[in-house]
């Protein structure tokens, strides 16, 4: 049965014009795998805690000379290369992410322009920037880049698969029953980025540019800077990936995190947990650290597995229902590739190093005065005593970037503050302070303002009688 429905999509993807041969054989070898079953089950009673020399512990990492020579030798061994397929629908906005602005006008791609810059120019190096666009993205992505046209560093963009969306009960491609456009389509997730580097031709360009180390990271993690320590350790050590973790607290609980599984380092997704062990996974007692996302990977080990077809990382199915058709899209993760590269290990770095950008209140907290910006570095406040951040619930009043910026004369301070919830009709003016455990909520139908200069500390406001 298997075989003949792969036969008969292999059969119907040979038709569709719109996508290389490369991108066919990539989506028919991810549908053969998905429908042979031959996803191998976690086995937990295998599952083991990665030790201190599979987990390294940051304040561990020997830092380098601090030399301009040497550390310019350093850099010219590196590539910055970041994620760039996600629009910025979820925050009321069109195109690319990227392009959102997160702090005294600039956006995530200007601020990861302007620190690449400051770098190279202080020492002397050429770390080039690469971003991975997907279909949804390209366009736009080419036309912002233009602007960044007389910047010193050289800046790459290609494009991750595009890969058909499968009707389910057909299990067809959707272009091929005729639905021809976007939505007819997906970008298979960032696991992708291996055989799209390779195939676009870039991985041998910087190979061919004596780059042997790519830093990949989301583009919206302002934390995601480079980092001399880290880049240092493995070069020395040399291994050939490397993801950073950071300490789990309550906020992360479906991240994936690092376990030692069979003598390897391993990947370990919410998804692959069995049922009756999901709470355990989600605890922050057995399983401490969570995937950031921040990965350093070698370009020789890239290309020698990308070549030999060796990286089968999990597929995570999709199904969606699109225009009233249920289809269903197959992604993989870069994460989930620790396992095929040699002397991978995880790097336990500070929270600093995460800090993304995914809805209206992660852009308050990186508006507000808990941050300053210096050299497109995000920096946090040294006034500010509590190590972890405040926790802030908006109301979907707040969820479109327009809408939020409406609604905050300026952004109140909150070096003090615990948490923040907010909801319902409620506008802020400008010098607001709030401090310890703050809840607003408007009632219905009522227009709710916080005036100029108001300091609420500890406060539960549910009308202007409160404030």
């Known amino acids: 049965m298997a075989d003949e429905k792969l036969a008969k999509l292999r059969e119907a993807t040979a038709g569709l014009t719109q996508i290389s041969d490369n991108e066919k054989s990539g989506f028919l070898s991810l549908v053969g795998r998905y429908l042979s079953g031959d996803e191998e089950l976690i086995e937990w009673a295998k599952i083991h805690t990665p030790t201190d020399e599979v987990v390294v512990p940051y304040d561990t990492l020997e830092s380098p000379p601090e030399d301009i020579e040497a550390t310019k030798k350093l850099l010219d061994k590196l590539a910055v290369l970041k994620l760039n397929g996600g629009l910025g629908t979820t925050m009321g906005c069109t195109g690319p992410k990227s392009v959102i602005e997160v702090r005294n006008g600039f956006t995530f791609l200007d601020l990861i322009v302007i620190q690449i810059e400051s770098l190279n120019k202080k020492y002397g190096s050429n770390v080039p920037l690469l971003l991975m666009n997907s279909f949804n993205t390209h366009e736009d992505t080419l036309k912002i880049v233009e602007k960044y046209a007389n910047s010193s560093i050289e800046i790459h963009t290609f494009n991750q698969s595009q890969y058909p969306r499968v009707v389910a009960d057909e ?141 089968k990382m999990e597929i995570i199915p999709n199904p969606k229902e699109v225009d009233g058709v249920k289809v269903l899209q197959l992604e993989t993760a870069a994460g989930a590739a620790i396992r095929f590269f040699d002397h991978a290990i995880g790097i336990n770095v500070p929270r600093s190093r995460f800090l993304p950008v995914k809805a209206t209140s992660d852009l308050q907290l990186v508006q507000s005065d808990l941050y300053t910006l210096v050299d497109g570095f995000v920096t946090r406040n040294s006034a500010r005593a509590n190590p972890s951040n405040p926790s802030i619930e908006l109301g979907p009043e707040f969820k479109k970037v327009g809408c939020f910026l409406s609604r905050f004369k300026s952004i109140p301070s909150i070096v003090e503050l615990d948490s923040l919830k907010v909801s319902g009709d409620v506008w802020f003016g400008s010098g607001i302070v709030l401090k310890g455990k703050v809840t607003i909520t408007a009632k219905s139908g009522v227009k709710l303002e916080i005036p100029d200069g108001a300091v609420l500390e500890n406060k539960d406001i549910n009308g202007p009688e409160d404030l």
Request: net charge neutral.
């Open 171 to 311: 299990f067809l491609p959707w272009p091929s029953k005729g639905k021809t456009d976007k939505n007819g389509w997906y970008p298979p997730g960032h696991g992708d980025i291996f055989p799209s580097l390779m195939n676009s031709g870039k991985l041998d360009l910087l190979l061919s540019q004596g780059k042997e180390y790519v830093f990949i990271a989301n583009s919206d993690n302002l934390g995601a800077i480079v980092d001399m320590k880290i880049l240092n350790h493995l070069i020395h050590k040399q291994n050939e990936y490397c993801m950073e973790v950071t300490p789990k607290t309550l906020a992360d609980v479906k991240g994936g995190t690092l376990i030692s599984y069979e003598g390897r380092v391993q990947l370990l997704e919410i998804a692959q947990v069995p049922d009756a062990h999901v709470n355990e996974f989600k605890s922050i007692e057995k399983f401490k650290i969570f995937n950031t996302n921040n990965l350093w990977v070698n370009l020789k080990a890239i290309k020698r597995l990308v070549e030999a077809d060796a990286l």
